[in-house]
């Protein structure tokens, strides 16, 4: 570097940039959009690790709860506020989930180039980013659990006893005792993105526990479930590499098969019945049906990259219909209209 080349840079002001011998002055206006750019890409990546397709999974049972108590006799008002705030609430703590996921897949080893989930895997963002982003949806349905609270005309310790079952199964599920490496995971989404979802809904506005919702839940937790089975079954052989055990794992891809095509099928076989015993209303649903034949053709098939994201797709319209069914439906069997 000749001397005069040395005198440049040193005389360069924090604007300028030094291109063949020759100062040039860096257009601030033309910066700033790049910077902004970098802002919402971050933004993007943090949207991205909350994994959105999967949100319907929490977000249609709390839908449904809500929609029966709508119904449910009472003297209460149906309160819409509290609809919001339970929406926040739940897809904070699914997202927080996901999150907790994301983590523990990446320290144990699971996640690789050829995973679904490459936050970490990629750099995407960084493990100290993904544990505070856990951190804050957690705070944020803590939140909306206390706000709740104040909302609601349910007993705090019923409130309580729900929603801490479900946050702590939310971190459980890989944090933890980590239920999903001892092929105890299914279990546990049917359990809370089914019957706990759909009753917290409930009792949030009623303050009433009422099993009868359980029924109702049925439908949406075996379709979910669905989702998470079609995952496990897609990931199996890297699974059995680094040493966990999932269902999937254990009854081999023939039985996951069966077993995937049961969960798929059997709440349409159930909306069938209630379109014959209840009402035509029930039907609606079954608008999604052929849509179900095609991913279950394709997870019949070598390749099932994307069909937990098309199961969860299926989850989103099958949800809104039967929540729309249960709306429009005069008298929902079991619960008396308002």
Known sequence: MSEEQIDLLL?????EEVSNGEIKHINQDTAKPLRKKSGLMKVSSYVLALRPWSLSASLMPTLLGSTIAYKYPGATDFNYITLLVTIFTIVSVHGAGNVVNTYYDYVKGIDNRKSDDRILVDHILTQEEVVTLGALLYFFGCTGFILLAALSPAKFEHLALVYFGGLSSSFLYTGGIGFKYIALGDLLILIIFGPIS?????????????????????PLALNTEAILHSNNTRDSEADKKVGIVTLAIIIGHTASHVLYAFLLFTPYIMFMVATLKYSKWF?????TLPKAFKIEKEFRSSDIQGVPKKTARLNLYFGILYVLACSMVPNL?????R
């Open 11 to 15: 005389s360069k002001k924090p604007n």
């Open 333 to 337: 069997p079991f619960i008396t209209q």
């Open 283 to 287: 039907m609606l649903p079954l608008v």
């Open 198 to 218: 759909v009753l917290f809904a409930f009792l949030l506005q009623t303050g009433r526990v009422e099993w009868a919702t359980i029924y109702y839940a049925i």
